[in-house]
């Protein structure tokens, strides 16, 4: 039996190292196993964009051009947002005619940040009084539709014409303050009494004074910061 002792010895050590192998988990060995093979690997979640507000800077410059707006042709606005979605403000510019502005009320009934630079943008509803001076003649277009020259259509106009500014437009606001607003809108005349009407010295039917023109269209573009 002598002979044979050092068979026996390796055969144990071999027996009890397969046991243990056994016993060992895959992970163990730094392997995968075929339930984290197969599951998919998801991507880090998008960080959250911190919401801001208008009243963050509740100041707001804008100088503004367009048609038939609060400040007329051109001008500048100063508005102050007592809340994220109200602001209150006036403008000043011109006609083309002379001075024309007054006080208007912004309301932003949806507010979104968006972006990494957190970029506030809002639908916006502006209701404004502006009074200034109104002269109206038939345009060129619609002197065409009628077949008539510009000059043979009464000419309308007033020195204090009192206009309700209705208008939509979109807005944005960076983070630094640099603001950018764009839409359109309507005039209405308010004080239609106070227009006077000098008809055309041609003879046709267009060359009489009728009702004075009641509803204007607005278009506008404006650059600004807030603060």
């Not at 509803?125 to 020259?149: C, E, F, M, P, W």
Request: proline share 7%; aromatic share 8%.
């Amino acid at each position: 039996m002598r002979g044979y002792g050092p068979l026996l010895v390796a055969l144990g050590l071999w027996t009890t190292r397969a046991a243990a192998a056994d016993e060992q988990q895959p992970g163990d060995w730094g392997g995968v196993s075929a339930e984290e093979e197969t599951e998919p690997i998801k991507p880090p979640a998008e960080p959250e964009v911190e919401p801001r507000s208008f009243s963050d800077r509740p100041g707001h410059v804008m100088l503004q051009v367009g048609a038939g707006t609060l400040v007329g042709l051109l001008g500048v606005t100063v508005g102050y947002s007592v809340h994220d979605r109200l602001e209150l403000g006036a403008g000043f510019g011109t006609n083309g005619l002379g001075s024309m502005g007054g006080p208007y009320v912004r309301v932003r009934p949806a507010v979104t940040t968006r972006g990494r630079n957190r970029t506030l943008h809002a639908f916006a509803i502006d209701l404004g009084l502006s009074v200034g001076k109104l002269s109206y003649q038939q345009n060129v277009g619609a002197g065409a539709l009628g077949h008539t020259r510009t000059d043979e259509w009464p000419h309308y106009h007033s020195d204090l014409a009192l206009f309700l500014q209705t208008e939509f437009s979109w807005e944005m606001v960076k983070l630094g303050g640099f603001s950018m607003r764009g839409g359109g809108g309507l005039s209405t005349l308010l004080n239609r009494g106070s227009i006077e009407c000098d008809p055309s010295l041609a003879d046709t039917a267009a060359a009489g004074c009728g009702n004075p023109p009641s509803f204007f269209p607005v278009l506008l573009f404006a650059l600004g910061t807030a603060f």
